[in-house]
């Protein structure tokens, strides 16, 4: 796969683009073709763009700088407004496919102080109270659930393609052979999600908010979980899978349990994963060459956009656990 991948130097940004075609394909054609004939060799990638840079202006140097500037504070910027892992954690209790979904549109995690876990019961009282969006009938929320899936999609689909064209479109100057690097950091937050939500769906806070989820089932009471609630099956995953929280009783916090001190360590290592994370973006976006301040933008509005549908929808979820008020079927 990696060697059908598309080469460098064959597509740019609007901005710069024209220029840069010209004295890649002009002035640097020599450099080019031994890029070409050997596109995994770090010489010769890095004697193309050598080149190219000898050949542009002083102050396109500065505009290209100070694009890479901006592009490194986004990364941080977005772990301000991106989903935190214990939310996601007790989404995917119920909905695992859409928490993995809003990861993947994420392009980052949110950020607390370092082994500052917020626990379920905290996540889920700063949505207590009455809910501005009223329980909706049974086909309604079908059609409610159908939105979610499609705004998360369509912000996944954003948030890589844009790291797709950012890594054929620039090139980042420390791996400059690798084209795919920024890929690779806006995979991340999946990856991290399936680590921690995975041994999540073990805990007993999962199991009790899985007990509390159904109208097809009756809710267990936290200590009763392990050995008297039946496994789910297939169907009940599915229709759980689909059901959004505008559906489902209210969350009855005092029946949360503690997470287990296993349960504790594994959001821990998520945490650490999400900011390990967080400093590859800063790494991989602030050492982007070949685009200008109007390009980076545009790269980072992109993320935020499909960073702030994520949290939308996800706070909508945490949002519709609360209030006991519901339409007939």
Known sequence: MLLNRPLSFQDWYSNYGADFMTLSTGTCNITLAGYVASPFDPLLCDAHVNCILEATTEARKAHMASAAIFLGMVPTLLSLIAPSIPQLALLSARRPLLALFISSGSTVLFLDRL???????????????????????????????????????????????????????????????????????????????????????????????????????????????????????????????????????????????????????????????????????????????????????????????STGVCRLVLALELECMTSDKRSDD
């Not at 999609?153 to 479109?169: C, E, H, P, R």
């Not at 908010?209 to 009763?224: F, G, I, K, N, W």
């Not at 390990?276 to 935020?304: E, K, N, T």
């Open 115 to 305: 082994f500052r876990i917020e626990s379920p019961r905290e996540t889920l009282t700063r949505t207590e109270g009455e809910r501005f969006i009223p329980r909706l009938k049974r086909q309604w929320a079908i059609l409610f659930s159908v939105g979610e899936y499609l705004l998360v999609t369509v912000a996944a689909i954003n948030a890589i393609w844009n790291s797709w064209q950012l890594g054929n479109k620039a090139v980042v100057v420390w791996k400059c052979e690798l084209n795919f690097m920024p890929l690779i950091w806006v995979l991340g937050p999946p990856f991290i999600v399936m680590v921690v939500a995975i041994p999540f769906q073990f805990t007993t806070v999962a199991r009790s908010l899985r007990a509390q989820a159904s109208d097809y089932s009756p809710p267990t009471v936290p200590e009763q979980v392990d050995s008297k609630r039946k496994p789910s099956t297939m169907g009940e995953l599915m229709v759980r899978e689909i059901t959004p929280a505008i559906r489902h009783p209210t969350i009855k916090l005092e029946e949360i349990p503690h997470p287990e001190t296993w349960a504790v360590i594994i959001l821990n290592v998520g945490f650490c994963l999400a900011a390990l994370q967080v400093l590859l973006g800063i790494g991989v976006l602030s050492s982007v060459l070949f685009l200008s301040v109007r390009d980076a933008m545009w790269v980072g509005l992109r993320y935020i956009v």
